[in-house]
């Protein structure tokens, strides 16, 4: 129930993300360009976000959708909606990336690459829902506690565990456990009461 | 707790964690097993937190691909399916030259033929690709143009349609140029200036806009650092609906990425005069 009801929602008249995915499998390249059309920003947005590097962000975004097309049977559509496994597979991606650089490296990196000029929204109609529910996200993580919040934001865009959460934090285990799930839990109900 | 009361599964206490990769190693073995013992309710509940850490994606400040990414994607995906024709034509020819061998002698220069007319129909093919490709590249060259034109519009509508509201922009430090604001209620916020220093570091610059609302937050907008030549230039083309809402602007040096909430004091403000 949960589910359904916050299903991101798509604009009327367009196909359906399954629908779209489905057509990948018969190696649709307008299907393609449809989905990546559609979530291209909300994907390198988290991306540029772990990754803070843009052209760093834009590799990972490439292999992201070059692994949709190649594998796109690997999306179960019983098993929930399309976007949110796109935006697992993308934090996993960039969280892998993350990773593996060694800090000299990312040291490195950060000296030689800036961030580009960011380009806004192109089309607010079609993004409208998606960017509601944004705001009401931001707002509802945005009414946590400073240090709350930042245990979030550390396991979602940094992938640390509750241990190393702890230890950056200089903060109890348990205390940050508890933010975690009941910050978590305090965006669930703010979402459901949304709906 | 009450002998009636119904036992709550306490791996469901782990889910919200499990999905957002912050389990301790022992505690998510442990969850796994549970979860291989075939638990429905932690199976649903684990489906509903993945969607939920999933929404942690909206906490990313808004940014956008270069368009040079989805040329050179889509560039790829059409060598896959070129690739994927040529090979399944490759392997139906391949298939016809499987040939009994006391037949060998006499189908040898057919299956040659076969050959030869092949890579003659793929070297015709690999041209028109090229052609095609080609082709693409100019189209691609003229989407990018008639975005940039009508982007160049855009903000030429905003800057002289007289429904558009000015907000100049005082810096908050002496040696530091003021920024102007233009926002016109259906096409935008445009904020530029000049002689902008760089932010330090890997840093940038973020827009907020302050809602008049007691007790609301700012609410986060678009990043971007000045140019090397000091020129700053952004463009919001998605402002809320109504500019009676908002009772300012602000500019805000942030981390790289921008932040969900302001961590530093705005240098740029602006009062929202508009209805």
Known sequence: MFLAVFTPSESSGAPPDVALVRRLLQRDVNAFEELYDRHSRIVYGLVLRILQQAATAEEVVQDVFLQLW????????????????????????ALDHLRRKSE??????????????????PDFESCLDEKRRALRVRELIGELQPQQRRAIELA????????????KLQEPLGTVKSWIRNGLLKLKEGLQSTA | MSNNEPTRDPFLELVESYALGSLDPEERASLEAHLAAGCAECGKALEEARWLVSQLACLA????????LRARLIETVRADVANNVANDEFALATSRAIIPLWMWGA?????????????????VRQAIRQTQAALDEQVDLQKKSAQELALARREAVILTDPRSVKIPMPAGQKDLPPLQATWHAALGILVSGESLPLPRDNRTLQLWLIPKAAGSKPIPSLTVRPDADGKFHLLVQNPPDSQGDTKALAITEEPAGGSPQPTTTPVWVGAVTGK
């Not at chain 1, 000299?104 to 929204?121: G, H, W």
């Not at chain 2, 400040?61 to 040079?68: C, I, R, T």
């Open chain 1, 70 to 93: 190649r594998n796109a049977a690997q999306y179960d559509t019983s098993r929930g909606p399309f976007l949110p496994w796109l935006l697992t597979l993308s934090r996993n991606r």
């Open chain 1, 104 to 121: 000299r490296q990312r040291r490195r990196e950060e000296q030689a690459d800036e961030l580009p000029a960011v380009v806004a929204v």
């Open chain 1, 156 to 167: 979602y865009f940094e992938g640390l565990s509750h241990s190393e959460i702890a230890a």
């Open chain 2, 61 to 68: 400040p808004e940014a956008g691909p270069s368009g040079v």
């Open chain 2, 107 to 123: 189908v040898a220069a057919s299956v040659l033929f076969a050959f030869y007319n092949f890579y003659e129909a793929r070297s």
